[in-house]
């Protein structure tokens, strides 16, 4: 994840590292907030 916006970056890789299959849906989710 390369985003200037380290806290929505860190959300993203939050939410993958929960998921056994990874889902993009869900990762922009949290991406966006």
Excluded: L, N, V, Y
Aim: no cysteine; charged share 35%; net charge positive.
């Amino acid at each position: 994840f390369t985003s200037p916006d380290r806290a929505a970056a860190k959300r993203a890789f939050d939410a993958m590292m929960t998921m056994r299959k990874i889902d993009i849906a869900e990762i922009e989710a949290a991406f966006r907030g």
